[in-house]
């Protein structure tokens, strides 16, 4: 088919249905289906519940029941739904308001120190609603949560507790982090009656006027030189207490040495002494020996026979001599058993 014909045909077609008082019916009906919808019908997001508030009727006032996510219907004029949020909310106290993403925003919490200085904390705030119906009874819907919950309890509480530090107290975080958690248990009395129920309480950041910032870091400053020379200080006597103990060693060690020297010696004297007495002794029993030996020889050389063993011995010494007949008797006769005259004849 043409292109051109059938645009022809629909643009007939489209004045005819708009020229129809059938179209306006419908575009009425539409109009009206879709107020009715919206005036009779609230839808309750995923983050939200709702308390629903009968304004007309025997059962007039709050109702008891927590509507959560959904469609509900309602009656114009006779039921109204107040949404509350179901998620965690944040509420910051900061000086730089530009650069805070929460729906709920203050000044820095004006706060003074024990000491009397102001310093200007960020704190946020992290919250939810843990009971819709407390705090619409308590306190009222819509954001007098807030409002009247906890716009108002939260600079009193800081200023209770952080104000108990000194200026320079503030740079310990550990203080800091106990008033912090202090300020939360203290919030969370207050406001857990109301519905209220907070989960956290976070200092970010603190700053002092330039003038008191200045004299703080200067002190800081002195205080870290005496700290400086106070751990110098102690270090020299830590050193000279190590060096005592070192030198007490090496006396100690030198005094074992001279021990251990004095012992060997002691040990060596003993074990030659030893070795003296012992060798002296066997030098005894040798001479003992062989004076029984003697005595034994001269027993034998007195008793029968001895004659004999002195010629044997005799014998002996006359071995390489060569053998002649010499006579026995006479003045020149030889007798080797007459010992005397033998004796004579070699001088």
Known sequence: MDPDKLRQQFENWLKQLLNSSYFVFFLGALFLFLFSFNAFFIYVQPNEVAIKQVKVGLNRGIQSTVYDTGWYFMVPGIHLFHVFPKDL????????????????????????????????????????????????????????????????????????????????????????????????????????EKGIAIEHVLIRYFKYSSDIQRNIEEKKLKDQLIYKNQAEAKAAIQNAQLQKVIEEGEAIVRV????????????????????????????????????????????????????????????????????????????????????????????
């Not at 009971?131 to 716009?151: M, Q, R, S």
């Not at 001895?306 to 026995?328: R, T, W």
């Open 89 to 192: 909310q944040v509420f910051d106290l900061t000086a730089k308001r530009n650069q805070a993403s929460s729906r709920f925003i203050d000044n820095s919490a004006h706060i003074q120190t024990s000491d009397g200085f102001f310093v200007d904390v960020d704190v946020s705030v992290i919250f939810r609603i843990n009971d819709p119906l407390k705090v619409i009874k308590t306190i009222g819907p819509g954001e007098l949560y807030f409002i009247n919950g906890i716009l108002p309890k939260t600079e009193p509480a800081l200023k209770e507790t952080l104000g108990t530090l000194t200026t320079e107290e503030f740079y310990n975080p550990y203080l800091r982090v106990e008033k912090m958690n202090q300020a939360k248990i203290k919030l969370a009395s207050e406001l857990e």
């Open 256 to 347: 074992e040495l001279e021990k251990g020297k004095a012992y060997q010696v002691t040990r060596k004297a003993e074990q030659e002494l030893y070795v003296r007495t012992k060798h002296a002794q066997a030098d005894l029993l040798v001479k003992r020996a062989e004076a029984f030996k003697t005595k034994l020889k001269n027993i034998a050389l007195k008793g029968m026979g001895a004659e004999n063993l002195v010629g044997l011995e005799m014998a002996k010494v006359l071995e390489g001599v060569e053998v002649i007949i010499l006579p026995s008797d006479g003045d020149y006769g030889v007798n080797p058993l007459n010992l005397e005259k033998t004796r004579v004849m070699f001088e």
